[in-house]
């Protein structure tokens, strides 16, 4: 052991989603070289009063995403991990993009291009619009096997929403190269059947979105991705559960065994269908897919994560600027609630909104809120032990936290390319003090500090997290075409 | 009251969905006219030892339905009624099926033509596949209205399945007009998928068809439906549940308040997938959709009857020829699962199958018995009281039916079109001795005596059973574009 | 058949559980002998304009009932079954109960002296308190083959209330001799420790009656009691269910095909904790265990009446007078609600407060009205078809209802014993014109005219509902000794 | 930092109940001091190629405990924790257990003084057979103020059983003296019974042991005592939850937000019912309760294991001899099962069977592994950071684990006071190469060389895990006696 480090974080409290224990870190080569007591350093940071957590590990975000239309997300890698950095997340898994009739591989080089700028490390899921043969078969594979072991698919919005039959195809191929699966899941017929509805009467509002998609078009879509993912054993995240209604469609794939994960973000525990009803057009700044609910299903939410049914709390960060008409008011300062792009900001507020909400309102203890904002990420995603945690030879991604200062969520304090945030105002007990990416501070004194271009990507090599079980409704896998046993399987048996 | 009847049957013991009684049966006009003892007619039959049984009504019956292949179902009107006749089976729903592209009024039209050749009572559902705005806005009500109160739909099939689209815009018109909508739910993208891996895989023998549509494609399908039915507030029926895994997401519905019914076929009482898996070809004489199970489903099913979860059982009879070009032979001698038509006969041999396997076996009691063939199906598709019961008023349907007879079904006596029975050889207490037609008779002495022509169209008006809730998700009707309240009604509350 | 009858009911509605038609009903020997039109009788009474319904059964009456504290339940015979025919109910069955320490034959043959007074027909529950083994071997056979087919335990109150191993003892007994077992299932240590803890704290008002007696307690009681009758194979009814959570566990027993039913009452419907805490000692009026609870129990309840959970509605008729040193005042003007007797009447209010509640509001059909009050606890009970239902050859027990008739409900209208009502000025629809009990008048122009001792004892024969499955948890019926098969049977199997 | 640690455990792979990682352990004064690279000790032990788990944590042991009849449990301390040395368990929790008439105080006292000649760490659970005044309000609060937190009661077995009123006042003093109440969950009375009956009949072999206490009544008495725990707010683990029935008991109990947690032990995962019918009384070696079920069972549990709903599995090592007239042959050769001791030994087999059955077989990953059997029972018992993980300042308890070794399971290589080991001959993959307690060695070289009196007392400080939630069903705590709000909460709402 080095009897000097490069740095020491020195008497924080060091915080693991197992362990709590004082001790002093010591980094050398970007890593965490050491866990003891009175280590030395070239360089020492006090924590004393602190709490070191590792540094989040965000796996839902949209920066710089590209768009078909007019609407602009308003984050790009640079401001996105700016944001990031000050919410205390080192790590992004971001979205790179297929258009439809285009190319994924020419958007993932795409991608990794815009992303040099990033200031916190980052890795993409890889989303498919168009899965023709040509990207599963011969683009898909590659990408995977290149360390982006995640595949998105949207079950609604026109443009980017898959059919099940290309759900279908779309899973069996991610399976097939060793991918995880995301999923969008909102049954996208009724959303759409409901909006014309709804715009027909003349109801338009921001309030009207959460009207147009009711809890159930969540439940039904989780419901049927479930079903092709048994039949198919593929191991899937369900993206941003809203409320203890979709969570018990989760809950009963676990029960029978499934590789079925869910996800869930703090708007849905902290911003209610009430806010899309503020005056004038103040809505469209809460305005999310799936929509925001109530507070009952916040606290169903809570449940959810309590017995594990829900194991990542992540942002979706989705911003666009909100007087802006590249933004919220794209179709003007009343657009409806259907042109109106979907999506907030919330990189920056993730890990203080948790802390509250989780830890200081007595719902989670300090090892589970490591575990929903840093570890599970990593380790679903195959980031861990790299990412994620605070051990001997993983990252130095490390978050001084301060659990007893109060703050006042604003914009100014995001550090994102946005005009709002949906929490202004709001205040939380638990600050972000400094945020070390590999041993380098990117953030300290509410500033932002890490340089552009910092950031790297972080191919992830295959994992046991999302193999599949081997098991099938048939005593067949229809992936690999093997039959596994000569004698039908029944459900009841 | 006449002293004198047109017809007495005299000292049986009749049995409705709520009593068991000996009584004589005054008939007049071809309805009961009193129930009482020492009646006098004009005809007398004796019914002394026997069960006397309101006529079965079978409310999923496909007749003399034209076929866009080469396969054709091997019953008309003439042949498929007499083995109603001969069942015990007075009242047929059978479907008017709009072919894709063509006018649903002309279907109807030409089926009315061919069901004149009936000898039993019928009445149709309206098989809608292609619901474009003539279909449902110009033709649905106006057929609704004539009485034929019921739409069809189908979740799988090429050529007839509709798409998520499709069906919330069909269950709508079908609400606004006042039909109930009645369902085959399995995911069809699945069981495409299954089905071509399968075959690519050289596995097409007839047990193949089992393993192509597993339990869970039926579960995911009727998750789907009372989705959409919920959004809607459709009454809808699913048909042909198949074990307890699909019964219990019905269950799921009605438990919280839905108007989602259950049906189910002797077939899924009687064969399993073991059955498909017979020497040679002789498994595609078991081949129907959803496909058989095991007799760990069959026992669920019985228990999900006696909950009422399920509360009818109708016969599915959709019959081909097995050594017929034009039957399930119409890909050759072993021509692949997935070229093979579905469907079995078993307009006959349904009273006698489930009286075995649910009277005789203790499953059941005789009065749940007759409601499960003939009451609660007059009930939920409006025929009640004129059918389904036998009441003063009612029409004077009626069976005479030994419960104490063995006998053991054979293919002569299902007087079908159809070349094979998949019962042959199956030996069950219960016998259906005559069948009454308001009065006729139209089956006694193993013989159809029903006249060519005999039957009658019988127009149904609206009825309660079917009426919607007004109860919503969200605080908005979709159908009728009506604000119900002005707050969004959330799932946990 | 006769061409004139004693008497006939012409031109009503008749309704049965499975069937709505009109007809003349012909009676002979206080039988029903026809049902037809244009019969003549004797004697004709108009019922133009009227439904007809079978004569209620009411399976959970507290009448005459032997007390061993100063408080006592203030209807006799005479005058409980005067309001039994004021309310449309001809058939009661009331409670036999052992003193502890005392003879269960004993009791029977006091309570038959006792009930020679009855105005409508009666049989009764055999209530055991005390289940030695003189009682259990060699009295309780005689009994039930005397035609008391029923015992009923309870799982609370001191001086009656069984422990488990006699709760255990008695239903074994009870399957062996033949008789269903009723039971009242709340928790007896939860409910003595938290009454002590309220009254020690201060907390003796009426309103504490529901928080001594949360839904946990009658939910936990249900489970336990589904146990034992699992292992016994004991069929059993659970009785007074107050709300979706108990129904929850009767369900879940029915859903793995148990012999176990389900019963609530009217004021579980209607009346609400609220009640229980109006201004002074009011709230006396409205005690009765299970507690009330809330309006979203019933909504829950009367989603478990739709599913068939719960398929009996009875009054749990147990009137003690409000302003009465003897009654609910007993232990003074403002006693504590742990010395307030439970119970309140409400066997006249039973038909209307149903029928409004349900087919006024649109909850339920009329059969299924008719089959709740009458032919569902007919059949449970063993009564039927003697009575419960209209049917050649049944009793004459005849009730002549105005579906649109508005009334007030007043304590004069009960026709009862007590000096109140807790349904005082609530308003229905529906009203009890007159009532026949075997053809004769028992109750019209708002008045009783039944004859005292008019009523008589109806034996019930052994009958098939309450035979038990032979489905036991292990290869070993208890009861019987009988080893059923060579093999542990596992509950995961 | 030293330069020098008193001990390196050098080169091992580090298990946490969270991370996986590469590192040199520096342990001075009997704690973890660092984790880190190239670390230098006094002693340094290699563990290159093993694995470094924390020591284990059993919390369920049965250990020298008195016994009121001939049959002897045949550990004491010194035998007991040389085989807890000898499978990698540290610290065990044992059961000081008050005689029925006895105090609890001096029970404890006595045990102390016998523990003290433990060779690892030992706490004790606080077992309550008569709880008497004295013993909840006088001896309690001051025992679990000095360090035992945590009380186990029994619902079944003959005088030490406890009744439900017993159970409330015991849970009601535990949570106010601030205790876990840890439970044995069996219906008594059932068991009592189904023992009697077949008896009876003569059914005595081992193999009916399991016929006497089936599934339900596990299942029964967990749905009881999480009522009595709902209505007190007092958290509770289920002990030896043997299969998902009663998991689901469990799992229904934590979807409510309630504190309740579930143990197993290997026995439920790899012994089955077949076991107890070996030829001879061979069964007896496999009695215990609640009995063995069977593989569905075990898989069962496993699923119950991964979503979180059983959180620990516990050894309960309960050894009497086999071939002993103080053991299992106490009634003779062939005593009757209802005389057989319960219990098998199991200490030692603990950490290789579930590393053989969960890890080797994939059920579940390797820091699973480490919190089932270390981190979690220390968490939820008031170890933690002290006992159960390996982080900087916890106790230096440490076992080198090679999971790349086979062995076969031998009674020899139990190190325990018995005479036989029901898991002899299997074989298994994974070994106990060495264990530390407090940096000293207590087994190595298949050799127990911790020291007589090695082990010392773990007070255990008051924590949060157990701390009650202060949700009740009713708005009144009827331990404290504090009034919530003044309005009834109800079940539905």
């Not at 014309?196 to 979105?209: C, M, Q, S």
Request: aromatic fraction near 8%; proline fraction near 6%.
């Amino acid at each position: 052991m080095p009897t000097t480090f490069d740095l020491v974080v020195r008497g924080g409290v060091v915080v693991t989603a197992s362990d709590v224990f004082k001790a002093d870190i010591g980094i050398a080569g970007g890593k965490v070289a050491a866990l003891g007591t009175d280590l030395e350093g070239n360089r020492v940071v006090d924590a004393d009063g602190l709490l070191v957590l590792p540094g989040g590990v965000d796996t839902h975000v949209h920066i710089e995403q590209p768009s078909s239309g007019p609407a602009q997300m308003c984050d790009t890698f640079e401001t996105g991990t700016a944001s990031a950095a000050a919410g205390g997340t080192t790590t992004v898994i971001c979205f790179a993009t297929q258009m439809r009739g285009g190319s994924l591989k020419a958007a993932v080089e795409d991608y990794r291009v815009a992303a040099r700028r990033a200031r916190v490390d980052y890795t993409f899921h890889l989303t498919i619009s168009d899965p023709t043969d040509v990207v599963l078969r011969d683009e898909l594979p590659t990408l995977i096997d290149s360390g982006c072991r995640s595949v998105k698919v949207f079950m609604t919005y026109d443009g980017i929403g898959l059919d099940d039959a290309q759900l279908i195809r779309t899973l069996a191929a991610a399976r097939k190269a060793g991918a995880l699966v995301c999923v969008h899941a909102e049954h996208h017929a009724l959303i759409a059947y409901l909006s014309e509805r709804l715009v027909a009467a003349g109801l338009t509002a921001p309030k009207y979105h959460a009207w147009a998609k009711p809890t159930v078009v969540e439940r039904e879509a989780i419901s049927r991705i479930v079903a092709i993912a048994e039949v198919l054993d593929v191991p899937i995240q369900i993206f941003h559960v809203s409320g203890p209604e979709p969570a018990e469609e989760i809950a009963r794939a676990q029960a029978r065994g499934m590789k079925v994960w869910g996800e869930t973000c703090p708007q849905y525990l902290t911003i209610t269908a009430e806010d899309l009803d503020r005056p004038g057009f103040e809505g469209a700044k809460f305005m999310f897919g799936p929509a925001p609910r109530g507070t009952a299903e916040a606290e169903g939410l809570w449940r959810a994560i309590k017995t594990g049914t829900i194991g990542v709390i992540s942002s979706d960060h989705a911003p666009t600027r909100f007087d802006d008409p590249r933004g919220k008011k794209v179709a003007g300062e009343n657009g409806p609630f259907t042109k109106v792009p979907n999506g907030i900001p919330g990189l920056a507020a993730r890990l203080p909104l948790i802390f509250h909400e989780g830890v200081t309102k007595g719902n989670i203890e300090l090892s589970k809120f490591v575990d929903l904002i840093a570890t599970r990420p990593a380790k679903l995603y195959g980031l861990f032990p790299k990412k994620g945690t605070i051990a001997v030879g993983s990252d130095a991604d490390l978050v001084l936290f301060n659990p007893r200062a109060y703050q006042t969520l604003t914009n100014a304090g995001q550090h994102h390319g946005g005009d709002y945030t949906p929490y202004e105002g709001r205040e939380v007990t638990g600050k972000v003090i400094a945020t070390y990416l590999r041993g380098t501070c990117v953030f300290e004194n509410d500033t932002v500090v890490g340089a552009i271009g910092g950031g790297s990507f972080v191919p992830r090599a295959p994992y046991a997290e999302i193999e599949p079980r081997g098991v099938f409704p048939i005593p067949f896998d229809p992936v690999t075409s093997t039959v596994l046993e000569d004698k039908p399987k029944l459900a009841a048996e």
